[in-house]
């Protein structure tokens, strides 16, 4: 398996405030990596380094065989990183089509793709994306960033505030994704249901990698000591 991401050593800082450490993370094509920890541990901020949207002060990240630690979040983008960010952010004042559209880049995945996933957003194309449900702009998010035809995914809380039945087409989704050989880091806190997707966990612990392994490797004292589970 070819290496797609490496995250070696960043350390972060707001300002005065250190906020991360020292976080490792590698993953390869295809694989799906769920990011881990209780809140405020750092799984954001290494996302949006990863995104170029925080700056490391020490460290190298680097992604289908650039060093991009210290190119523009745009660059990155470009280079294959679609972002799902926690909070959905879809353009209020667009149309879903709109979003979809304004996201596109390349020829593997279109308009036609993105409904076949997510038939709800076909049935409400010309609706507003802040007249959607939570849910649906959910879907929305993950749809304008697959329009990118990224090499990687990455969803920050996936599914955090929506309702069950909404949970579960996003699940199935990404379970979807994961047979078409898409990689993807996400962040979720329902393990019953992220486990099974990932092919590997990593847990941040205060702005530290703390521990890196296989979902089956994860042992009932291993999540309450870094989960609270």
Known sequence: MSELLRIENIEVFYGPSQALFGVDLKMGEGEVVALMGRNGMGKTTTIRTLCRMSQQ??????F?????????????AQLGVGLVPEGRRCFPNLTVEENLVAAARG????LE???ALFPRLEERHVQLANTLSGGEQQMLAVGRALMTNPKLLVL???TEGLAPVIRTEIWSAVKELKAAGQ????????????LPLVD???ILERGRTAWTGTPDALTDELADRYLGI
């Open 57 to 62: 002060k020490r460290g190298d990240i680097f």
């Open 64 to 76: 289908a065989g650039h060093n991009i630690a210290k190119l523009p979040s745009h660059k990155v």
């Open 107 to 110: 020829d593997v995945w279109t």
């Open 113 to 115: 793709k993105v409904y």
């Open 156 to 158: 920050d809380e996936a």
């Open 183 to 194: 990689s993807i880091l996400i962040v979720d806190k329902t393990l019953s249901e992220l």
């Open 200 to 202: 590997k966990c990593v």
